[in-house]
């Protein structure tokens, strides 16, 4: 008999039949494993994770019907930025092995990555640079922005708190402006199109003089649209004017590259589409004032002149007297020129006031009853001819009914005759002398027995 190591069976039985030890079977299986499946990448959510004073991370992979366990040793785990913890989703670069001690199926994982953000900034930087290299984001295509704009153009949600704050700021700061919200969804399937589709139509309709797109904070996730290519090029391709307001000051977006002027947020973005209509009256006092002084220093100079003139030659006094009368006629003419100018800027600040007035939510607020009520009247008219036009519908179609009822047959005097299975008689061969019959009535049934 072979010699064999204490506490390993003899593969050889005495029947001459080969058995192969276990851990025999747990090397041949690691060999076959490592030997056939190649390195892989694979996602799950983290469980069970332990970390013992060795430094090597023992952790298990799963989703919502498998698990596998692994291992990543010390030398590969430096290199993860981040802190794993049970829960959190990854994935995994990894080779299939076996653990031989335990007769385990394992993974050896070679590097490590949050789930879904990893990948996601590897497609962000590689369409970033596919679209860098054919100049969308280069200086030379920004288009300045408008002074005092007409009309702003929002894209955005609806219902989101971002296009609430930039109407709020534009209304304080510039209420002669109109505004205009293109309503679009702004995250998940589809919104990327929408957002796409709306700037484009902008572009087309040309009636915007300046355009705003954005929308509120999120991750990297929910801003995903304003990083999709087909949002990108609408905004480089939009001939207005436009200011991406995506997110929160941190944020940056492939949208804010694109975009001519990029805002840190929507609120910042209304702020830098609007003039600040009390530092717009400011302005027009301060040259007012301006021109006033200068009109006056002008005034002045001429009189000196006038007086130099006057005290050099004092001869003939007519011409003297010709040159003080134009010089009269000019200051009149200079303050009449002030008065108009006045007038024609308090007329200009009134018209501002009163398109805030029109904008103003208490009148949009009672032009909206108004309407509801209107349509609360519409609507209970055309209830009650719907409800005019079933009634009368109905009534036809019972009488119809009953025109072809068997009831109505009856009713002349006919009677239905059925024998004892309940069966139509319909020929008097069916029946058989003795044999029961029953006929129905217009009221009642009655029964028989034939002869």
Same mark, same amino acid.
């Given at each position: ?51 013992? @004073? ?80 054919? #100049? ?10 408008? $002074?005092?704009?007409?009309?702003? #153009? ?5 219902? #989101? ?12 700061? $510039? ?49 995903? @649209? ?30 804010? *590259? ?28 301060n040259s007012e004032a ?59 600040? @009134? ?62 005097? $006919? ?25 129905? *009535? ?10």
């Open positions: 008999m072979p010699n064999t190591p204490p506490g390993v069976a003899n593969p050889l039985p005495t029947d001459g039949r080969p058995v192969m030890s276990v851990s025999e079977l747990n090397r041949e299986v690691k060999h076959l494993l490592e030997g056939s499946v190649p390195l892989l990448w694979v996602g799950g959510e983290i469980s069970n994770f332990a970390a013992p @004073s060795s430094g090597h991370w023992y952790f298990t992979l799963k989703d919502a019907r498998a698990q596998v366990r692994c291992a990543m040793f010390r030398g590969r785990n430096r290199n993860v930025r981040f802190p794993p913890a049970n829960g959190r989703e990854v994935l995994a670069r990894a080779r299939v092995s076996l653990y031989e001690g335990r007769g385990e199926f394992q993974l050896i994982i070679e590097h490590l990555e949050e789930a879904g953000f990893g990948a996601l900034m590897r497609q962000l930087e590689q369409l970033k640079a596919k679209l860098q290299a054919e #100049g969308l984001f280069d200086l030379e295509r920004k288009k300045p922005l408008p $002074y005092l704009p007409a009309t702003i #153009g929002i894209i955005t949600s609806a219902t #989101g708190a971002a296009v609430r704050d930039m109407i709020q700021v534009l209304g304080r700061r $510039y209420p002669a402006a109109r505004i205009e919200l293109l309503p679009v969804a702004v995250q998940g399937q589809g919104a990327a199109q929408q957002i796409a589709s709306a700037i484009s139509l902008a572009g087309r309709l040309q009636r915007h003089d300046l355009l705003i797109v954005g929308r509120g904070g999120g991750s990297l996730e929910d801003l995903w @649209s304003f990083n999709e290519e087909v949002v990108v090029r609408a905004l480089a391709a939009c001939p207005i004017p436009t200011i991406s307001a995506v997110g929160h000051e941190t944020d940056t977006t492939l949208a804010d *590259l694109a975009a001519d002027v990029r805002a840190p947020t929507p609120s910042a973005a209304a702020e830098i589409a609007s003039a600040n209509a009390a530092a717009l009256r400011d302005s027009i006092a301006r021109l006033l002084r200068a009109m006056q220093s002008r005034l002045r100079h001429h009189q000196q002149q006038v007086q130099l003139t006057s005290n050099r030659i004092r001869h003939p006094r007519e011409q003297l007297q010709n040159h003080a009368q134009r010089l009269d006629h000019l200051e009149l003419r200079l303050r009449q020129a002030i008065r108009q100018d006045t007038t024609n800027r308090a007329q200009r600040l @009134s018209g501002a006031l009163r398109a805030f007035n029109r904008v103003h939510p208490e009148q949009r607020l009672s032009s909206a009853r108004d309407a509801l009520a209107k349509q609360r009247l519409q609507l209970q008219h055309a209830a009650e001819r719907l409800l005019a036009g079933k009634r009368d519908k109905l009534l036809h179609s019972s009488q119809l009914l009953h025109s072809v009822s068997p009831l109505a047959v009856l009713d002349r005097g $006919y009677a239905i005759v059925r024998d004892e299975q309940k069966r139509v008689v319909r020929d008097a061969a069916q029946i058989k002398p003795g044999q029961r019959i029953f006929a129905r *009535l217009a009221n009642g049934e009655i029964s028989a027995v034939t002869d």
